[in-house]
């Protein structure tokens, strides 16, 4: 009776605890950039993330994907076709470069540099636009060895800074209307070469282990994060069986933070719902 309870507890504490620090972030921008649309833009995200752990602790099989296209297809139509923000990293660098704290900058703040030492890459695994479609190709368990060609994200990365860095020293007119045909341009690019690799190298997750330059930021900061997958080894049988299904290779039965590719979990939790016994 009483694991049933805390199991019931479990099931709205988590959520409900997630959902504050969302809110927190949302009243916080809300009152110090005196906009309404960031109150409404993080409790959206935060509500959508809340679902999505919610569902997942009620054993819906699809309760990841529900949060995934709740928030990607957000920013990627709303906040980034229809508002114009470029949300990738260049609209980061471009709205760095101008000194403004808004749009891009706020939510790579949030997501990418500060946050993961809280939520660690979550945003890859709930948030990504590009991950949300290339999560629905057919290779959703890695079939072929992790390839040493990591070092290409950080080359994205360069290149993205530079891209940006040339309009300024150009005095490039026009440079918001740049920006945004440089998103559109850009998701076209990330999607074809995400899905090219995926079928490649035969793994869905190919794009975040060795181009995305958003690794570059998520990476160093995930090592710290609160939340993390941890085994409980007096429970654990040695299957194998989650780091069959883990899409980033990472060793979840290796409690330190130094375990084999320890800062690319993404929370997806396939680990966790595969578990014989319950050890994660």
Known sequence: ??????????????????????????????????????????????????????LF?????????????????????????????NMQIEGFWYYLFTGVFEAATIHYAVAKIFGPLVFGRGWCGYACWTAMVLDFLPYKITEMPRKKIGWI????????????????????????????????????????????????????????????????????????????VTCDKTKCISCGKCKKVCPMDVDVTNNSRKRKNGTECILCSECIRNCPKGAL
């Open 1 to 54: 009776m009483e694991n049933k309870e805390v199991k019931t507890t479990r099931k709205y504490l988590l959520p409900a605890a997630m959902l504050l620090v969302f809110e927190t972030i949302a009243v916080l921008l809300w009152v110090t950039k005196d906009t309404l649309f960031y109150f409404f833009n993080f409790s959206y995200i935060g509500i959508s993330i809340s679902l999505g752990i919610f």
């Open 153 to 228: 994200r950080y080359l994205t990365f360069a290149l993205s800074f530079f891209f940006v860095l040339s309009l300024f020293l150009a005095h490039a007119g026009h440079i918001e209307k740049i920006m945004f045909w440089a998103f559109i341009a850009g998701n076209v690019l990330y999607y074809a070469i995400g899905i090219l690799l995926a079928f490649s190298f035969k793994d869905n997750r190919a794009f975040c282990k060795y181009i995305c330059p958003i690794t570059v930021f998520l990476k160093p900061m995930s090592y710290f994060s609160l939340l993390r």
């Open 57 to 85: 602790l009620n054993n819906y099989k699809h309760a990841r994907r529900v949060t995934q296209l709740l928030v990607g297809l957000y920013m990627l139509i709303y906040l980034g076709v229809i508002s114009g923000e």
